[in-house]
């Protein structure tokens, strides 16, 4: 009870005097507003990182592993280092299957990008994927709609398609699209399957995608210069390593490379991504802490800086209330309440600001940014730990403060 | 016994040089007096009233206050025989100057733990009493200076402390206002309060039943009057 009526009283004193000097005050919260909005932007940022990816890089499946001429984690010029190697072939790909023993599918694939038409409607720029029957494991595109290609299929290259939803829905519309032609890149195929909707990912559609048997695409747009990558699922996510040991010896066997030699082919998988995508949030969270930390400590400073001039200021203030009977621990809370005021109006504003800059960055660009809950608590926490530290020094002065002289003082 | 002062003396020092304000002074004060402190300035008046009030510690001898022997108490303890036993009247008056007459005069009763509402009503009462009903509201700087010292008298009664100390009040005031002031420290006397006040005005001072004369920090004349 009593420490409540203080605490009021405190609070009350710290308007008052905020509202005295508006201008000050503000001036003063600038670092931690500034700190506060670095924090949370980045913190905002991260999550939303996390939130995306997450899902996006899990979608890659723990238990697959890819094949390729070029590793995913390369830097500088590590590109001409690794370009003159020999590119992955579809005959690899049938011998890394005919061989292994720890995989439970093996899909080469190709890519390009070509125009869809149906009728007197298109839709440009879709990716298409030329694959195996075992894509259907290897990337779990299982249809939502319709069945995937057989082996039988891609044995006759046959000219048949698998389409993501939202090619479906603009050629089609609300009519079902099974069994409908269309035509890819100037050649007639027939729709055999749709594939579930998958959304957006950092401003990509992952649903504007077409997938045909691998001879089909061969013969339709080219077997040259074009970069295969050969698909693997284990038998088990446990076994992922196991399978990458095998994988890169049957790779040297085929190859028929010496024991002293270099691989010439990356083996990569989606805890590689997982690495290189937690060292870029590391980087950005070291950013956020050291920002956020030197901002926060000059802001600190400020307020402490300003009580000090506060407690000058109102010595005479304070001997009366120590006249009255104010204890020096209520004139200690009464100050540090109102550094903790400073502070949390300074909070206030940056988290403001946070939101706002994160709307923004969503809206603008395809980095999404989540601000929750959690916005409310670190700010509290900002508070208090700012509020109390650098108000300990300037309040504990002002308690100190020996009535009759506090009364002299002019 | 209300107080009782023993060998009370207080040496500031400054730098090497120490200035002896109050010189072994015994006094005793009885529940319901009216004290005037006279003398001249720099007599130690006003260092005696901090002392009585707590405000300000003797560099020896021994200070009774209700048989409690105030010399040993701590800050804390001292905080709370200033916020129970003493209401403190200054010259200059010492209201916070964002406050409104009523938050002022809550003040005292905020250093307690006096809940809002009783907070609220026991000061409108106290503001009554000086006569101010009608100023609750108003901040110290939309006052005259006698009303500004019936606030602070106000405060300084709100708690029903055991004795009222006053270092020259109507100092600041033309003689017409002082006398109003006189009045109500006169009505709080004649209701049983103990006061002990600081003049240089001997009109003034007849109004209490006791003068207390001072000379260089020591008790020159206590008589009682009437
Ligand atoms: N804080 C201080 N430091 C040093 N000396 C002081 C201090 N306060 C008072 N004195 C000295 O103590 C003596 C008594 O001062 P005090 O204020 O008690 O006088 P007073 O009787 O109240 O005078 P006045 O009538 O002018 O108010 C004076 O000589 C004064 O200079
Ligand atoms: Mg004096």
Known sequence: ?410 | MLIKLEKIEKIYEIGTVQVPALRGINLNVEKNEYIAIMGPSGSGKSTLMNIIGCLDTPSSGDYLLNQHNVSTMDDDQLAEIRNREIGFVFQTFNLLPRASALHNVELPMIYNGTPAAGRRKMAEEALEKVGLADRMHHKPNELSGGQRQRVAIARALVNRPSIILADEPTGNLDSRTGDEIMEIFEGLHEQGNTIILVTHEEYIAEHSNRIIRLRDGMVERDESVH
């Not at chain 1, 000097?21 to 940022?45: D, E, H, N, Q």
């Not at chain 1, 929750?372 to 403060?401: C, D, E, H, Q």
């Open chain 1, 1 to 410: 009870m009593r420490i409540l009526i203080y605490m009021w009283e405190g609070i009350r004193i710290a308007y008052d005097a905020l509202r005295a000097y508006k201008m000050r005050s503000i001036l003063t919260t600038l670092g931690i507003v500034i700190g506060v909005t670095t924090v949370i932007t980045i913190v905002a940022l991260i999550q939303g990182l996390n939130q995306a990816f997450s899902s996006e890089i899990s979608a890659l499946g723990t238990d697959t592993v890819y094949i390729q001429k070029f590793p995913w984690t390369m830097q500088g010029d590590d590109w001409f280092k690794y370009r003159n190697r020999p590119n992955i072939t579809v005959d690899e790909a049938d011998r890394v299957k005919e061989l292994s023993r720890t995989v439970s599918a093996v899909a080469p694939t190709v890519e390009t990008s070509r125009t869809i038409k149906h009728r007197e409607k298109t839709v440009e720029r879709v990716s298409i994927t030329g694959t195996t029957a075992e894509y259907l494991t290897t990337a779990n595109a299982d249809p939502e709609i319709g069945r995937f290609f057989s082996a039988n299929d891609v044995a006759s290259n046959r000219p048949v398609a698998v389409l993501g939803s939202e090619v479906a829905e603009l050629l089609f519309g609300q009519s079902d699209p099974l069994g409908k032609r269309v035509t890819i890149g100037g050649r007639k195929f027939r729709v055999i399957g749709v594939l579930g909707k998958k959304g957006s990912f950092m401003g990509f559609n992952q649903d504007i995608l077409a997938i045909i048997p691998i001879g089909t695409f061969q013969s339709a747009f080219g077997a040259q210069r074009r970069w295969v990558t050969i698909e693997v699922k284990a038998k088990s996510p446990q076994l992922i390593e196991e399978t990458e040991d095998e994988l890169t010896g049957i790779m040297r066997r085929i190859r028929k490379l010496t024991p002293e030699k270099e691989s010439n082919f990356a083996i990569n998988k989606q805890s590689l991504l997982l690495d290189t995508y937690n060292q870029l949030t590391g980087t950005l969270w070291a950013v956020a802490i050291g920002v956020g930390a030197i901002s926060l400590i000059v802001g600190g400073i400020g307020i402490m800086n300003i009580l000090l001039v506060s407690v000058t200021e109102r010595t005479r203030e304070i001997g009366v209330r120590k006249a009255l009977g104010a204890r020096n621990s209520d004139i200690l809370w009464q100050f540090l309440v109102e550094s903790m005021m400073i502070c949390s109006i300074g909070v206030l504003i940056g988290i403001l600001m946070a939101v706002g800059i994160a709307k923004l960055v969503a809206a603008t660009t395809p980095l999404p940014a989540a601000i929750t809950w959690w916005v409310a608590f670190l700010g509290l926490v900002f508070v208090v730990t700012i509020g109390l530290f650098f108000g300990i020094y300037p309040a504990s002065k002002a308690a100190r403060l020996n009535p009759i002289e506090a009364l002299r003082y002019e």
